[in-house]
């Protein structure tokens, strides 16, 4: 059934300061890779169970132990557990998001500070860090729970929710976290729960929303290579010594080709081939390679067969070289040859890879092509996170209702009936 007419009045009515609270979440930089941003997560944290306690949710705050990052043992942000609703007659629909973010800085090619949302009315755009992910998302629930109140309207599912502030770094304490609550039974808040929705996924295109049924695994990686007791002078040392980052970069450039294949043996051939009916869906998906490179902000797809490209998304595991410790990346010109550096990769991961599958593998080639370079120097590899992919029945009562949802709301507004049904997408 279509929204209550009071409910779309509502929203429109209260826009200016739904986005205030948005802008208010975005301001705090809750970066949870960043050991010195740690209690700014836990700030973000202690901020939306207070949002969801004004609204009537009745909530707790899980401890979820410490860790070590970055050299520091470090208290892990507590997971939010939430539930509004007891109505036996009512499905109870449990959501999870996370209120914590990615590092960025305005020169990753920011316009704006990221931590300032700003209002892009001639593009229709909030941009900030996490607008999007997953703060967003996460503040759209609460704005529903807000206007149905305020209008006295029922919520025609009981709510639960489960938010945590380590996504963007493993979501470590998680696991341990649903376990232990599951093992609760009817005194827990996971009891009674009909199905999860994910609020934190993306639409293929701007054109047509898509309903995310699957997402690819994440395995993490840093290669540490050291060597010199301390920094260098490459006018003093320059082809006198194995130099650690020439061998970083000898090893980095070996684990994926130009063309996105993973050049670790075992890797891509862990996946099937795709079946005749799989292909067809790609086929008739709402999407072109014009989508991706103007999402990319530039004409970089690796192919113009959009279905390749769907696939490469999709259904097959890809590897990302994302940084390097310990180089000079400064402003000017600084002739030294660094004595450690550490470069970081990722390999997404599609059924039936799993990080445990995949992290020999690594390991076994990584030794094998530093060996073969000869070097002085010492090379270790460390796995620093990781999650399985996961697929659900598309064909489940949950993933048919939201479609039913999604179908009134494009007749409503955007004119048109397709709606695409997206796999893999993001992890």
Same mark, same amino acid.
């Given at each position: ?27 705090? @930089? ?13 700030? &973000? +944290? ?28 470090? #208290?892990? #942000? ?18 999870? *998001?996370?209120?914590?973010? @990615? ?62 502030? &380590? ?46 049924? +699957? ?13 010199? +007791? ?25 684990? %994926?080709?130009?063309? +996105?294949?993973?050049?670790?043996? *075992? %890797? ?34 690796? $192919? ?9 998304? &999709? ?13 000079? $990346? ?22 039936? @890879?799993? #990080? ?22 010492? &090379? ?48």
């Amino acid at each position: 059934m279509p929204a209550h007419p009071k409910f779309v009045e509502y929203v429109d009515q209260n826009a200016e300061s739904f986005i205030e609270r948005l802008a208010q979440a975005v301001r705090i @930089q809750s970066i949870s890779s960043d050991a010195r941003h740690r209690q700014d997560v836990i700030e &973000m +944290g202690t901020w939306l169970n207070d949002q969801l306690v004004s609204l009537g949710v009745t909530t707790k705050l899980v401890d979820l132990g410490t860790h070590v990052m970055q050299g520091q043992t470090l #208290p892990l #942000p507590p997971a939010i557990l939430g539930k509004l609703g007891e109505d036996k007659k009512k499905r109870t629909v449990l959501i999870y *998001g996370h209120y914590d973010v @990615q590092p960025a800085l305005k020169s990753d090619g920011w316009n704006t500070d990221p931590f300032q949302l700003v209002v892009d009315k001639e593009g229709g755009r909030l941009i900030g860090r996490g607008a999007t992910d997953d703060k967003g998302p996460i503040l759209g629930w609460l704005n529903v729970i807000q206007a149905h109140k305020s209008l006295g309207l029922d919520i025609p599912v009981n709510l639960r929710f489960c938010f945590e502030g &380590m996504e963007e770094n493993g979501s470590e304490g998680l696991d341990e976290c649903v376990v232990d609550e599951v093992r609760k039974g009817t005194d827990g808040y996971f009891s009674g729960v009909d199905c999860v929705c994910i609020s934190d996924n993306y639409w293929l295109n701007t054109r047509t929303p898509a309903l995310t049924y +699957g997402l690819r695994g994440i395995a993490y990686f840093r290669i540490n290579v050291t060597g010199p +007791g301390q920094d260098l002078h490459s006018g003093l040392f320059g082809r006198m010594v194995h130099e650690p980052m020439t061998d970083l970069i000898k090893l980095m450039s070996r684990l %994926v080709d130009n063309n +996105g294949n993973i050049l670790i043996p *075992g %890797v891509d051939e862990m996946v099937p081939p795709p079946a005749p009916e799989e292909v067809n869906l790609y086929k008739e998906m709402d999407y072109t390679t014009a989508d991706v490179e103007e999402a990319a902000g530039g004409p970089i797809a690796i $192919s113009e067969d959009k279905v390749t490209v769907l696939m490469a998304r &999709m259904r097959s595991p890809s590897l990302s070289l994302h940084g390097i410790e310990g180089a000079f $990346s400064a402003a000017g010109c600084k002739t030294v040859i660094p004595s450690k550096v550490g470069g970081k990769f990722s390999i997404r991961l599609v059924p039936p @890879q799993t #990080p445990e599958n995949i992290i020999p593998l690594v390991y076994a080639y990584l030794e094998s092509e530093f060996a073969k370079l000869n070097s002085k120097n010492k &090379m270790t590899v460390e796995y620093l996170h990781g999650g399985k992919p996961w697929v659900a029945d598309v064909k489940h009562w949950n993933f048919e209702a939201a479609k039913r949802a999604i179908e009134v709301r494009l007749r409503g507004s955007f004119g048109c009936e397709r709606l695409v049904i997206a796999h893999g997408s993001c992890g």
